[in-house]
């Protein structure tokens, strides 16, 4: 794959496709974060005295009102701040406005362009990489940059259209969370992967690719109640996915070794956090109550299997982390984790979240900044975003 550094890019125009998709309440960034994983490739890019412009999506745009709340420019003022120097925001993602502006570019000037999503009022020519689009926005650089690890595995015109029309590569920010990625396509045994969340459906693809290579999964959170169903358990009012239980059977059956199931769990009557913290043996659980986190004897079980471990990767909570009683499953096998230094890598989207609030003392080996990207990469499915660059 080639990256940013085995380009020559010295004196070019670069157009480097960010992910600037940043969290935003009444017009304010609240979390700066996704900003921040930029500036490495941008300042390489300036390192190197190139004309560079940048463009991101925003939320989602499917109609007029989707518009003003999805306006990319207070990213523009934020990045000019971090970077201490000026940032142009166009305020169109085509026309003339942008094309005069590129073409009077100079080195080290740096411009962001609106919206990416602003086109998929128009029959989503973003989203639906239209090929116009995407050669269009080719035309304005020399050099394209992927940098946008979070839409890698989307064909969108701002990142498989554009590298098809122009020489591209990765920037610095795909290449970190590749190389991480790529530690479990050959991962150091034991391997122990770490399954939560609330449905099993989500994570079937996870499950075939991963089984046949790892040690233990390790299941928690709403999708376990799914796995002890089919292994004969009553399970009350916890999430149950229907659908799946034959595919849970089939697993457990043909891997009987390698699944590891909850053996107690925190359950309440009510979805809510207002209920005092009980904790019940997996066989106890009353037709009225719903697991809603590990409990403490599975905490010590799944710890069991960690301590050895070379390589672990975890998607999804092993509990309802939103509340604060349901969050200690998770927070206390992040904490065993972080402090014992075992080699793992977070997968993205609500366990990167947890993570982030859970005060730990040490960082975690690598918390993945793209949730379906990496879940996509965890089912060993091709990225198209990385194809096109190929
Ligand atoms: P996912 O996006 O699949 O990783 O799912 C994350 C969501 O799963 C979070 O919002 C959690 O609240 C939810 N979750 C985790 N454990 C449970 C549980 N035992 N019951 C219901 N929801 C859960």
Redesign the pocket.
């Known amino acids: 794959m080639k990256t940013v550094k085995d380009m020559n890019i010295e004196n070019k125009k670069v157009i480097i496709r960010c992910d600037f998709n940043v969290p935003m309440k009444d017009g304010k960034i609240i979390d700066n974060n996704r900003i921040k994983e930029s500036l490495q490739t941008i300042n390489y890019c300036l390192d190197n005295n190139c004309k560079i412009i940048l463009l991101s999506h925003l939320g989602r745009v499917k109609e007029e009102s989707d518009l003003e709340k999805n306006n990319l420019e207070p990213v523009a003022k934020e990045l000019s701040k971090l970077l201490d120097r000026k940032v142009t925001f166009i305020n169109e993602t085509r026309g003339e406005k942008l094309e005069h502006a590129v073409s009077s570019m100079k080195e080290k000037e740096i411009i962001l362009i609106q919206n990416t999503r602003y086109e998929d009022l128009d029959g989503k020519k973003e989203s639906k990489n239209d090929s116009e689009l995407g050669a269009y926005w080719a035309s304005l650089a020399d050099i394209f940059i992927n940098d946008a690890f979070g839409t890698i595995h989307r064909a969108h015109a701002s990142n498989v259209g554009i590298a098809s029309n122009i020489p591209s590569c990765i920037g610095f920010l795909i290449e970190k969370e590749l190389n991480a990625l790529k530690e479990l396509d050959n991962p150091e045994q034991p391997f122990i992967v770490i399954l ?4 099993v459906s ?1 994570k079937i693809g996870v499950i075939e690719n991963l089984v046949t290579k790892a040690d233990k999964i390790l299941i928690g ?2 999708m376990a ?1 799914t796995f002890l169903k089919a292994e004969g358990y009553e399970i009350g009012t ?2 149950l996915d229907n659908d799946n239980i034959d595919f849970c059977q089939k697993v457990i059956n043909k891997y009987p070794d390698k699944i590891i199931l909850p053996v107690d769990v925190a359950v309440t009557t009510e979805y809510s956090n207002e209920e005092e913290y009980k904790v019940k043996d997996i066989a106890s659980i009353e037709y009225n109550e ?4 590990i409990g403490p004897n599975t905490l010590e079980l799944f710890k069991k299997y960690l301590s050895d471990a070379k390589t672990v990767i975890w ?8 509340f604060s009683k349901y969050k200690k499953g998770t927070d206390k096998l992040l904490e065993y984790i972080t402090d014992n230094n075992i080699k793992a890598i977070l997968g993205g ?3 990167v979240a947890a993570y982030k609030n859970a005060n730990l003392k040490n960082e975690v080996y690598h918390a993945s900044t793209g949730g379906g990207a990496t879940l996509e990469y965890l089912e060993g499915k091709k990225l198209p975003g990385l194809e096109a660059i190929k």
Request: hydrophobic content about 30%; overall charge negative.
């Open positions: 939560g969340g609330a449905k989500d959170g709403g109640f916890s999430l719903m697991g809603l986190d998607n999804g909570p092993l509990g309802v982390y939103e989207g609500d366990i």
